[in-house]
C-alpha cells in the first residue's frame, strides 16, 4: 500500500510538473527543474525496488552459513 501511494504521489508531481510550464523548484530553471525531478524520480524507484530485493539478499547469505539440520528444519522435504 505504501508503494502504491507513493508511486500515485510521484505521478501527480509528474503531471504538474509536464502540465505546468511555470512550475519549477526554486532556485532552479526550468530545464534544470525537470533534470532534477528526473534523478528524485530514479532514486525513489532504486529505493523501492532496494528495499525489496536487499532483504532476500541478506537472507540467502545468512542461510548459506546454517548447517544441514538447520535448513532441513525450514526447508523439510515432502
Known amino acids: 500500500m505504501r508503494d502504491a501511494v507513493l508511486i500515485v504521489l510521484i505521478g501527480a508531481i509528474d503531471y504538474l510538473f509536464v502540465h505546468w510550464p511555470e512550475s519549477r523548484v526554486p532556485g532552479l530553471d526550468r530545464h534544470a527543474s525537470l533534470t532534477f525531478l528526473r534523478w528524485v524520480n530514479a532514486a525513489v524507484v532504486a529505493d523501492l525496488w532496494l528495499m525489496r530485493a536487499l532483504p532476500k539478499w541478506w537472507a540467502r547469505r545468512i542461510a548459506g552459513t546454517w548447517c544441514r539440520a538447520e535448513r ?7
Do not use: G, W, Y
Open 72 to 78: 532441513e528444519r525450514f526447508n523439510p522435504k515432502r
